[in-house]
């Protein structure tokens, strides 16, 4: 590996032009920005920029303009970053504060001497040979062959054949046309997905990278993994007022003068997919804390696992409510949706608040097991009564 693009934020004018000297001689670019607000132009100008070295205090005694700094790279840029100071200790004070914002695989601390080619390089062959970074490259390259086929494939299909192949991501709710943003999203991701999964150069790549994480022997694989609370759920965007499966809530209704308050899970299928035939009923699978969370679960439950407190879906809880809102809906093409009004079948108004949503592949998982039991106990139907 070699270095070839530096970064260097520095408000110093001729330290900066220093550095860049002293690099350039050996064979060195460096590219100078002063603050955040030149980054954009900086990686620009300059995309194949390797590595940042960034002072720390820009403002002579605060760390503040450097906290912006890493917070535009992390928003924009995967990249590695050399914290540079006289006074590292004060970055050390702020280390940890500084890892919430920045990760601290991505971050290496320098002191403010003279920067030397090898200390960079080490840096960066420490850096992209640890994961999941050593996969980066190959993974960006792929991604970006994979983007530029779906399109062509795309390109192959006229417009009438795209809009009856898509029609079920338009829905009307008030008269109006609206877009489901997600599903939308989900088609493009899963083309480029599916180009990705066939790619002859990064495959073996990818096999090799995750039988190397396999086979780490100085691993604790009792500890629960973060990572599995990161794309076990994703937070929907505030404009997404859909109710789709998977969706975990909080229901509020009232029973004889009395409040009660639940989470639930829903458990429908396809409510958010504007298809003949739709229900009137929202149905929903009740949550409760798990009270004896190392035990193996019984047929009628299904774990959800939190990093606080783990809960467990209980498959013979069914809460049932109906979609009052679809009385002045066209139902060929509606959906389920939050801003619509639900009550009970004793005509009691129930207020749904979404917390967050369940992805896949543990959203089907849990659909299937439920299925699968209700195949087995039987669920009984309901009747709309107004």
């Known amino acids: 590996m070699e270095l070839t693009e530096v970064l260097l934020i520095e408000n ?5 032009l220093e550095v860049k000297d002293s690099l350039k001689s050996a064979g060195v670019n460096v590219t100078i920005a002063k603050d955040e607000s030149q980054l954009v132009d900086c990686f620009s100008t300059n995309p194949k920029i390797q590595i940042v070295v960034l002072d720390w205090l820009l403002e002579e005694t605060s760390s503040v303009i450097a906290r912006l700094c890493l917070h535009k790279l992390r928003e924009n840029w995967f990249v590695p970053v050399v914290i540079w100071s006289q006074e590292i200790e004060r970055y050390e ?6 890892h919430e914002i920045f990760p601290s695989s991505c971050i290496r601390k320098h002191g403010k001497s003279e920067v030397q080619v090898d200390d960079l390089l080490t840096i960066l062959k420490d850096w992209y040979s640890t994961p999941p970074m050593s996969i980066f490259n190959s993974f960006k390259k792929c991604a970006t062959r994979a983007i530029d086929k779906s399109f062509y494939n795309l390109a192959n299909h006229s417009t009438d054949d795209l809009y009856k192949g898509l029609n079920s991501l338009f829905t009307l709710e008030g008269g109006k046309t609206e877009i489901d943003i997600e599903h939308s999203v989900d088609v493009l991701i899963r083309m480029i997905g599916r180009v990705i999964y066939l790619d002859k150069e990064l495959i073996p ?14 691993v604790d694989k009792k500890t629960k993994s973060g990572i599995l609370n990161y794309h076990m759920y994703y937070q929907p965007r505030s404009e997404d007022h859909r109710i789709r499966s998977g969706d975990i809530v909080e229901i509020e209704y009232e029973v004889d003068d009395s409040e009660v308050i639940r989470k639930a899970i829903v458990i429908t299928p396809a409510c958010d997919l504007a298809i003949p035939g739709r229900t009137e009923f929202l149905r929903l699978l009740s949550i409760y804390p798990d009270e004896k969370p190392k035990e193996k679960k019984g047929v009628d439950k299904w774990p959800l696992w939190e990093e606080v407190e783990p809960q467990v879906v209980c498959f013979h809880e069914i809460v049932v409510i109906r979609n009052e ?10 959906v389920m949706s939050y801003k619509h009004i639900y009550l009970t079948n004793t005509n009691t108004l129930v207020k749904i608040r979404r917390l967050k949503r369940l992805d896949d592949p543990y959203r089907s998982e849990l659909i299937h097991r439920f299925t699968s039991h209700a ?12």
């Open 12 to 16: 110093d004018e001729n330290l900066a």
């Open 93 to 98: 004070e702020e280390i940890d504060e500084v």
């Open 205 to 218: 790549e990818l096999s090799d990278f995750l039988y190397s994480l396999v086979l780490t022997e100085d």
């Open 325 to 334: 809102s679809y009385i002045d809906t066209d139902k060929k093409k509606a």
């Open 375 to 386: 195949g087995r106990i039987g669920v009984p139907e309901f009747d709309v009564k107004r």
